[in-house]
């Protein structure tokens, strides 16, 4: 069973940055791709980025483009989610989440398997 750690996440007011990082449990091979996605209050989960293992092919929404940046290390089983210039909007609970490699480009919460506990990010006006 594949275990997904997020941490990183807090109170951050308007404008602010924060990292995330997800450590997996076992080795994650090319097979496979990292993805964020998030959920808020009242709202359906919501794909954020995502990233190929072998590759580091990205995809982004569109809503976090410019302002989100997702990496990973190799020999430390981990992908970051580096969150510049956050709004209030992007408030949720943000998830680490692991899936086939044919996953990247679909966002789509339901191709992704192996999901983390998640980890509240709180942005402040």
């Known amino acids: 069973q594949v275990q997904l750690a997020e941490s990183g996440g807090g109170l951050v007011q308007a404008g602010g940055s924060l990292r995330l990082s997800c450590e997996a449990s076992?080795?994650?091979?090319?097979?496979?791709?990292m993805g964020w996605f998030r959920q808020a209050p009242g709202k359906e989960r919501e794909f954020v980025a995502a990233i190929s293992w072998s590759e580091g092919r990205t995809d982004y929404a569109d809503s976090v483009k410019g302002r989100f940046s997702i990496s990973r290390d190799n020999a430390k089983r981990t992908v970051y989610l580096q969150m510049n210039s956050l709004k209030p909007e992007d408030t949720a609970v943000y998830y680490c989440?692991?899936?086939?490699?044919?996953?990247?480009?679909?966002?789509?919460?339901?191709?992704?398997?192996?999901w983390g506990q998640g980890t509240q990010v709180t942005v402040s006006s």
């Open positions: 989440a692991r899936g086939p490699y044919y996953a990247l480009g679909s966002r789509s919460y339901a191709g992704y398997a192996y």
């Open positions: 076992d080795r994650t091979s090319s097979r496979y791709v």
